[in-house]
């Protein structure tokens, strides 16, 4: 069964499979996908970016002063349209390359049992199912609209003129350039987010499933979690996710920077909350393997701690010619005979029963702030925010 395991490990790509990647390739959008990557992410960009950039230079919107809010000077625009989905598209190989490289860990090092092969990759065939379900790349469709509509309602309700706008108080309407940004711009970018987070969901629910496998872990491991510390990089995979995500939130902070609609106090708390919320993000699914490290700490404690009163009531007999506490118990087992447990122990007490650090969640942690990080030095000195920052960073 580790052949047809290694199989299903090697078809493993959480980018690929799903309508979206079918649509591209009946495009031939993904022949020799590898090199293909600049090129779909530029045709994807200039759909969201380009039309209505030229929509924008027709109506004389693309540029002027800040006040008169063209397209050019609108960084949510350039982060979602341009930054955001780029990298959505290039990110595709490395995280199915890396991702493959931790599941093939499970198998090479060896943590899985023979006996959990079969059930290991019957796994990974049902997130291979959950990756390539059509329902769900519908749901994301669904909800990039119903975001979008939801955005654009609130905009239309607000005072906010600009390239997006035009007309005022009951005739306020979308412009040509808005209604693409509504209809294709937005929903494209939305869509592309959330289908990320489903695959990244659809790895969480495998990994979840391997940990309830039986896994070959022991104490003594160097590593200091049973031999399984590899899989808490994982989130490192999706650092470029985390960055794209945090340059679309910086320039809408940016943005309510240069119209004065946001305190910096708020943007303290900003983030903060912003950080714990990418590390719960990421760190929730590594959750799944608390419990077999949990168990297996509590069974070393109590077996080395059995262990330790055999040993050691011998040693107290050769030393001593018996027992002090409870003599009558004490059997004729020689202290040479009963291996001294006090290696195991010292292990199982400084075994740690979640697989991430700080230290492994450090990229992940930099990718959420830097982009806010620059978003606030338009208002403040970059130096005292990089401080904030790094404090933020070794909490």
Request: hydrophobic residues 60%; proline residues 5%.
């Amino acid at each position: 069964m580790q052949d047809a395991l290694a199989d299903r490990i090697d078809r493993f790509a959480i980018a690929d499979g799903g309508p979206f990647v079918a649509l591209q390739r009946r495009l031939g959008l993904l022949e020799a996908k590898a090199e293909r990557a600049p090129r779909r992410a530029a045709i994807l960009v200039a759909l969201a970016f380009g039309v209505p950039l030229l929509l924008t230079i027709v109506a004389g919107d693309a540029w002027g002063p800040a006040a008169a809010r063209p397209f050019l000077l609108d960084w949510g625009i350039w982060a979602r349209f341009v930054l955001a989905i780029a990298v959505f598209v290039l990110m595709e190989r490395l995280v199915n390359e890396r991702l493959k490289v931790h599941l093939r860990q499970f198998v090479e090092t060896p943590l899985l049992a023979p006996a959990a092969m079969p059930a290991a990759a019957a796994a990974v065939e049902r997130a291979l199912r959950r990756r390539d379900q059509p329902s769900a790349e519908l749901v994301c469709v669904v909800l990039a609209y119903v975001i979008t509509l939801g955005g654009t309602l609130a905009l239309r309700d607000s005072a906010t003129t600009g390239w997006l706008v035009e007309g005022a108080g009951v005739s306020l309407g979308l412009t040509a350039a808005g209604w693409w940004v509504m209809l294709v711009s937005n929903p494209l970018f939305w869509f592309l987010l959330l289908r990320w987070l489903w695959r990244h969901l659809v790895w969480g629910l495998l990994l979840r499933d391997i940990a309830r496998l039986e896994l070959r872990m022991v104490v003594t491991h160097p590593d200091g979690l049973g031999g399984i510390a590899f899989i808490g990089q994982y989130p490192n995979a999706f650092a470029a996710l985390v960055f794209a995500m945090s340059a679309v939130l910086a320039a809408a902070i940016a943005n309510a920077f240069q119209h004065d609609a946001l305190e910096l106090t708020g943007y303290g708390y900003m983030m903060g909350s912003w950080l714990v919320l990418m590390l719960a993000l990421f760190g929730v699914p590594l959750l799944a393997f608390h419990w077999p490290l949990a168990a297996l700490k509590r069974q070393t404690l109590l077996a080395s701690t059995a262990a330790a009163t055999r040993h050691f009531r011998a040693a107290e007999r050769a030393t001593l010619g018996g027992n002090l506490a409870a003599a009558a118990d004490a059997d004729d087992k020689a202290v040479g005979d009963i291996p001294n447990p006090t290696a195991i122990y010292t292990a199982a007490k400084k075994l740690r029963t979640l697989p991430f650090s700080r230290e492994a969640l450090l990229p992940v942690a930099a990718a959420a702030l830097v982009p806010l990080v620059l978003a606030g030095s338009t208002r403040l000195p970059f130096a005292e925010l990089w401080k904030i920052a790094k404090k933020l960073l070794l909490l």
